[in-house]
């Protein structure tokens, strides 16, 4: 067992106030609208500056794959949706675990710990988060550093935060920071750095190929489902890309169109044996997580991917979500939150073996083996008043009904070969003590 002396003493701690609750943007809660105008285009106000700009590029050059429209519609640097609203959070488009509970980023920062202290107590840690919206994830992992700092006391410790969005990176300064932050020297990797309430530096990239290679623990939260994926559709004259053109019926209206012919993404993409018809893949995802396999077989370190996804057996999962309801993919673009569900069968795959993998886990089953029960009890002993504890059992019921985020939010890790195996073992199985467990893949009895 891992950490049991300072997990427990963790779990047992005092709480900082729960959060307020809204919807969040889980697959259980999405079903898929029509591309047509109808409603949400009305609420959108009208044809904005994003949907001109669409319309231009595909009237001078023709359709665009989907992934070309979803990475222009989320981070186009004038007008995409994350640039200018950001939309998490309660008063935004959709609610994220860590913005639901405090507890939620508090037992991951535990999982790190854990995990450091399995991997021999390196000197040094980066923690690495990819796409940290509001930055509540890493201010919540940071106080458990903090409270934790006597079993951390010799390691250096760096945060490093990957944001392509100039509005979010304000929000996750200020949170962090306090707002003192400067811009870095040209010539440097990061682009803002500033130093965090508890003390420990941290740097802003807009790529994970910028930052600094060394032990790291990678966290992408919500991350990967934010990334461009190609949609395919398999038809009598076989695979087709699904494109975004403008329909010629209505003034200012998209649609989807299928290519006329195989494209190269049909022909890098899909594999002989697929037997769904319609099919979705996020090369970006893809690229990211071979980057991340590379960077911890050379330099160790861990990397932590929570979302909501599958093991590769869905088909149509592409949604818009604005002011926490489903929103036309197709309509008023720039201005709704666009997602799909994380293939975690083609994560596992573009890991190429330089990790191991393990997961994907539920939500409810992996928290639940990082002590969420006992976290709970405690605060709930701890908290004065009946608005509080409702509070709390409210926000334990969103992170851990099936019905709601328990089921399709999932875990899965990123771990060097040795973690789970002794080098050796195969030629001496009997020399070694057994390895730890990877804590939330486990269930860990605290002794
Ligand atoms: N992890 C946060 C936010 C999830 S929203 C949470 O759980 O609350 C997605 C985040 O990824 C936002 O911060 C968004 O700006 C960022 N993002 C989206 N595309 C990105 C890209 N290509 N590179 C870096 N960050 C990106």
Not at 152 to 179: F, Y
């Amino acid at each position: 067992m891992v950490l049991p002396l300072a997990r427990r003493a963790f779990l047992a701690g005092r709480r900082r106030l729960p959060r307020p609750a809204a919807s969040p943007r889980a697959p259980a809660a999405a079903a898929r609208l029509s591309s047509g105008a109808e409603g949400e285009a009305a609420a959108a106000g009208g044809p904005g500056a994003m949907l001109r700009h669409l319309t231009r590029k595909l009237r001078a050059s023709g359709p665009v794959t989907v992934a070309e429209y979803m990475r222009e519609a989320l981070t186009n640097p004038g007008q995409g949706y994350y640039t200018r609203r950001g939309g998490v959070g309660e008063s935004g488009d959709f609610i994220t675990s860590p913005e639901i509970s405090q507890v939620f980023g508090e037992l991951i920062g535990v999982w790190y710990i854990s995990e450091w202290m399995a991997m021999g107590k390196p000197s040094t840690l980066q923690l690495v988060e990819l796409g940290p919206g509001r930055g509540t994830l890493t201010e919540d992992i940071l106080r458990v550093f903090k409270q934790l700092s006597s079993v951390l006391s010799k390691c250096d410790i760096s945060v490093h935060l990957v944001e392509v969005s100039p509005k979010l990176s304000e929000i996750q300064a200020v949170l962090l920071t306090g707002g003192k932050v400067q811009p870095s020297p040209e010539d440097e990797s990061a682009y803002m750095k500033g130093i965090s309430k508890t003390g420990i530096p941290i740097f802003w990239y807009r790529d994970i190929q910028d930052v600094p290679p060394g032990y790291s623990f990678y966290l992408a939260h919500e991350f990967f489902d934010a990334l461009p994926i190609h949609k395919f559709q398999r038809t009598e004259k076989g695979w087709r890309e699904v494109l975004v053109d403008i329909d010629p019926q209505v003034p200012d209206q998209l649609r989807f169109v299928l290519s006329p012919s195989r494209t190269p993404a049909t022909q890098n993409f899909i594999q002989p044996e697929e037997t769904r018809d319609h099919v979705e893949v996020c090369p970006e995802a893809g690229v990211i997580v071979q980057r991340l396999a590379s960077r911890i077989e050379k330099d160790g370190g861990a990397a932590l991917v929570a979302d909501y996804g599958h093991d590769g057996t869905k088909t149509d999962t592409f949604r818009g979500f604005r002011n926490h309801q489903l929103h036309d993919v197709l309509s008023a673009p720039g201005t709704a939150d666009l997602t799909a569900d994380v293939d975690f069968s083609y994560l596992r795959k573009m890991a190429q073996g330089k990790t191991a993998t393990l997961g994907p886990i539920k939500q409810r089953e992996f928290l639940k083996n990082m002590g969420i029960d006992l976290r709970l009890q405690v605060l709930l002993q701890n908290s004065g008043d009946t608005a509080t504890r409702e509070q709390l059992l409210h926000s334990y019921d969103m992170l851990m009904n099936p019905e709601k985020m328990g089921d399709c939010f999932n875990f899965f890790a990123l771990l060097p070969h040795h973690r789970l195996v002794h080098p050796d073992k195969k030629d001496k199985p009997e020399s070694k003590s057994p390895l730890p467990p990877v804590a939330g893949f486990n269930e860990l009895l605290l002794k």
